[in-house]
């Protein structure tokens, strides 16, 4: 299974729901081909309703597709041995309260085939890994929505999965927690293993994920390395003090000009123009104090890309 360079792979991938009582079809997810690198770090984004748990559900077949396909390790997603390598961290998980995290660890461990004494220790090592050793044998209600998180996280890779799908596992987890599961997610994926996240906390994605998908009304609307997504247009250049003359001659070759915090910003669309304003200063001594290639983040394109499918 190792050998695969594709990961998850879906080509045409559709669902459509046709409403109780009703001849109105529901298009959840139409026509989105997507593929995911082994050893990458992937993040699937898009607002309520775009068809995110859709087509998590169609990879891990708890749902039929209307047409096309899904593939996990070169193997159709329907068949159950494609999963054997997968491990999974739904957003709305229900633990038995009643049991200890140690109790459940090792319940889940059982049921992926793995034996009583490779059980015990991997528990004993995630419930480390994930800040829980002191609470291993505390009954799980009694656990904050943080804890059940990052318990959550332990039990997706008690099985020592080679894909790890991961719905918002950050939701409630204070930022040190959300520092604590970006660290063990990196050594996950340091150690070879792919990585597939949906989540509605953009900053966290653009700080781990170097690929993402964008999906609006079950549609792909975007996708890409992040680093291609959110480079800008042009270049910020900022100067202190500058007279009103040499600045109308700056604003006749840049795109837009403003003031902030007593500095003067231009942004030329170029290097050529970047270049011309820096020769211009020189000679004329103005110290300048910064010239940054503009850059969006991963919510600028997020926003730009969601609200271009409205207007359209």
Not at 18 to 30: E, H, I, K, M
Not at 125 to 131: A, Q
Not at 224 to 233: E, K, M, P, R, V
Request: charged share 25%; aromatic share 6%.
């Amino acid at each position: 299974m190792d050998s695969f360079e594709r990961v998850i792979v879906t080509k045409n991938l559709t669902k459509h729901y046709r409403r109780p009582l009703s001849s109105r079809v529901v298009r959840a997810l139409d026509d989105l081909s997507l593929t995911v690198e082994r050893g990458s770090a992937f993040g699937l984004l898009g607002p309520n309703g775009a068809g995110k748990t859709t087509f998590v559900k169609l990879l891990l077949s708890a749902t039929r597709p209307t047409a096309g396909s899904a593939q996990i390790f070169g193997r159709d997603c329907r068949d159950p041995r494609s999963r054997e390598q997968v491990g999974y961290l739904p957003e709305n998980h229900r633990f038995a309260p009643y049991q200890t995290g140690r109790q459940m660890l090792d319940f889940y461990a059982a049921l992926s085939g793995m034996g009583h004494r490779d059980r015990k220790r991997r528990a004993a090592e995630l419930l480390e890994t994930v800040g829980l050793n002191e609470w291993g044998d505390q009954k799980i209600g009694k656990y904050s929505k943080g804890m059940l998180q990052r318990l959550g996280l332990a039990q997706s890779i008690m099985h020592r999965p080679k894909l790890l799908i991961l719905d918002e596992p950050s939701d409630g987890v204070d930022p040190v927690g959300r520092r604590q599961i970006r660290d063990i997610l990196q050594r996950l994926r340091n150690e070879g293993t792919t990585i597939f996240l949906n989540s509605h906390l953009l900053a966290e994605v653009e700080m781990f994920c170097d690929q993402v998908a964008i999906i609006r009304r079950g549609e792909l609307a975007a996708s890409g390395q992040i680093s291609a997504l959110t480079t800008g247009s042009g270049y910020r250049l900022a100067v202190n003090a500058l007279s009103a003359a040499l600045a109308d001659r700056l604003k006749q070759t840049a795109i837009d000009s403003y003031t902030k915090d007593d500095r003067v910003h231009f942004h030329f669309s170029d290097l050529e123009s970047v270049n011309h304003a820096v020769d211009l200063l020189r000679r004329e001594n103005v110290f300048i104090e910064e010239i940054q290639r503009m850059r969006s983040t991963l919510e600028d394109v997020f926003i730009r890309t969601v609200e271009a499918g409205e207007d359209a």
